[in-house]
């Protein structure tokens, strides 16, 4: 979670630049802005941001942590003022467009500018108001429940543990269209937030909220979605064939009644709220041969792991590669549980509150092998934050939004058989007649979410541009589900359903692109990390575990933070400046292989 703390700095130096001694005329013009300006300008802006920061950051947490009336109100009002004064600091950059400034300079400038995710209005009560949104939003989903005829309500947390282990097809409706129901009145306060964020995206230059986002990676905003079909076009081929495979295991499971086998997969039947990854049915869906599938949920539980040792052992993996350890700050203020007797944010995210050292997590940790995973996710996202802390304020950050997200994943991609024999979780290595198995369980979590990882800023960005209306919000949803995912809703969902509210990332404004972009990026920085490991085995065989070679690699990419082109960033690490899919093909090859002999009598695609 990176937080976005800017504030409005002094007024630019015109004073200095009137007093040359010459008299004043009728007319006046004003100064000509100089390189000079520009640069006193950053440095003035980043130096009231870094004071405001931390107290907004603090705010924010207490928020995240403790849902109530007081800490809401705090949290939205430093989120107006924050946002309100970062606008007028893009504002007072854009001033400096056609100012020749050099190549440091500039890119600092068009940092700020996009720096909003959703921009405020100049006006002060539509400003409010945006923030009171936001804030109205963010507690609702974080406040939500759904309580069942009998009375008894549960949490999503409750309700997403329940799914991914149930086979009741009526439960997983129940609990599918129970979730929804949170979301549904979110619909118009949406609608009002996307008009306004659209206003002061205007008063920024941009035509709407759209561009603006699509315009954050170092290439022309139009340019950007052309960019993202290509690296979908190298995934879809092998995505159809796990679709296929899963669609028919699915219906020999529930029947082809409920899963019929030439349209979409029911949404609710895939072990996941939002079936945007598919793990939870390997039970289902895996192959029929005897595997020797390392269950590592089973070994936490045999070893005594608690939350805080699962997040230990994912401190050492980074330790391993020569990464200091987290300050001890970070173990006194992290939340790893869901606290007793008050609503928190449970959705996991990772938080630099003071842009230096005090580094936290946040979650409602599950003592499971997925959970395990997202540990190492989470982390990742610490040691980026503290690799490029000493970069100038504005370079705080990831190359791209997507490299932050890749790094904790590519770190997972090493939690092999390899790794967990190290660890003494498992006793022995299986051969490699089980890849089959493991390679399955990896894809039906990272590969099945990739069309979901595109489609949920597709839906905004068309939303955002004005495209669809209100009316048509729900409706468009499911088209670009359907199309991208194969995936449909399991009964009819009427107009003012508000669908895609259900998912933490759109009351919340957090842009997804990022999360496909990462799912493309950790294969790439897997492989590239593993070569400078000196790993010669099959690529998902790999792990980088104790290797301070690749340590030292990955470090020198992540000390750039945002201060070059993410083209180069990537370069340093992979030695090429282009985005590749095609390492996906190569891990997963053998899986491929497998899945079109089972393929080979069935009716695919949707």
């Not at 997969?265 to 041969?289: F, R, T």
């Not at 020797?292 to 330790?319: N, R």
């Not at 050292?357 to 980026?384: A, S």
Request: contains cysteine; proline residues 5%; aromatic residues 10%.
């Amino acid at each position: 979670m990176l937080n976005q703390k800017r504030t409005l700095i002094a007024a630019l130096v015109s004073v200095s630049l009137m007093g040359c001694g010459e008299s004043t005329t009728q007319t006046e013009t004003k100064p000509q802005l100089t390189a000079q300006d520009a640069k006193q300008f950053l440095t003035q802006a980043q130096n009231d941001i870094a004071k405001m920061q931390v107290p907004a950051a603090h705010a924010e947490w207490s928020y995240a942590t403790n849902i109530n009336f007081d800490t809401a109100a705090v949290s939205a009002y430093f989120n107006e003022v924050l946002s309100t004064k970062v606008a007028k600091l893009a504002k007072e950059a854009a001033k400096f467009n056609d100012v020749d400034v050099d190549t440091d300079t500039r890119r600092q400038l068009d940092l700020l500018k996009n720096s909003l995710t959703m921009p405020p209005p100049a006006d002060a009560a539509k400003a409010e108001r945006l923030a009171k949104i936001g804030s109205d939003l963010s507690a609702m989903y974080g406040s939500g429940e759904y309580c069942g005829e009998d009375g008894t309500c549960k949490s999503l947390v409750e309700m997403s543990a329940e799914m991914a282990t149930l086979r009741d097809a009526d439960k997983l409706l129940e609990y599918w269209t129970g979730w929804r129901e949170v979301s549904k009145p979110m619909a118009p306060l949406y609608a009002e937030q996307v008009s306004l964020a659209n206003e002061g995206a205007a008063e920024l230059g941009f035509e709407n909220v759209s561009a603006l986002w699509r315009g954050k990676y170092d290439m022309p905003a139009d340019e950007f979605p052309k960019e993202l079909d290509r690296l979908w076009t190298q995934v879809e081929p092998f995505y159809e064939s796990l679709h296929c495979h899963v669609r028919a295991k699915l219906g020999e499971h529930y029947g082809e009644d409920v899963v019929p086998q030439d349209k979409p997969i029911p949404a609710h039947l895939l072990g996941n709220m939002w079936a945007q990854s598919w793990g939870n049915i390997y039970d289902i869906v895996k192959p029929q041969q005897e595997m020797k599938v390392p269950d590592v949920t089973g070994a936490l539980a045999e070893q005594g792991y608690d939350e805080i040792a699962m997040v230990k052992q994912a401190e050492s993996f980074f330790s391993s590669l020569g990464f200091e350890k987290l300050p001890d700050t970070f173990w006194e203020r992290s939340m790893f549980q869901k606290p007793e007797g008050r609503d928190v944010q449970c959705h996991a995210s990772a938080w630099d509150l003071d842009d230096k050292d005090d580094l936290r997590i946040k979650m409602c940790i599950q003592k499971t092998g997925e959970e395990f995973n997202v540990i190492h996710h989470e982390l990742g996202h610490n040691y980026y934050q503290r690799a490029y802390k000493d970069q100038p304020l504005l370079y705080r950050g990831s190359a791209n939004d997507g490299f932050h997200e890749a790094i904790g994943d590519t770190i997972a991609l090493s939690i092999t058989p390899k790794y967990l024999k190290q660890i003494e979780l498992i006793d022995e290595i299986p051969d490699a007649s089980n890849d089959i198995g493991m390679l399955m369980q990896v894809a039906l979590d990272k590969i099945a979410f990739i069309p979901f990882g595109l489609m949920v800023d597709q839906w905004r960005w068309k939303v955002m541009s004005g495209e669809v209306t209100p009316e048509q919000y729900n409706q468009l949803w499911w088209e670009l589900r359907e199309k991208y995912q194969g995936v449909m809703a399991p009964v009819e969902r009427s107009a003012d359903a508000f669908d895609p509210g259900a998912k933490y990332h759109v009351p919340a404004n957090v842009p997804y692109t990022r999360y496909f972009l990462a799912h493309i990026l950790q294969f790439q920085f897997h492989k590239a990390l593993c070569d400078i490991a000196g790993d010669e085995g099959p690529l998902n065989r790999c792990s980088i575990y104790g290797s301070e070679e690749a340590g030292k690699a990955l470090n020198e990419m992540l000390e750039m933070g945002m201060s070059q082109p993410w083209q180069n960033a990537l370069e340093t690490l992979t030695g090429s400046p282009q985005m590749d899919a095609s390492t996906i093909a190569d891990y997963f090859a053998p899986l491929k292989t497998w899945l079109d002999e089972q393929n080979a009598t069935r009716q695919c695609g949707w």
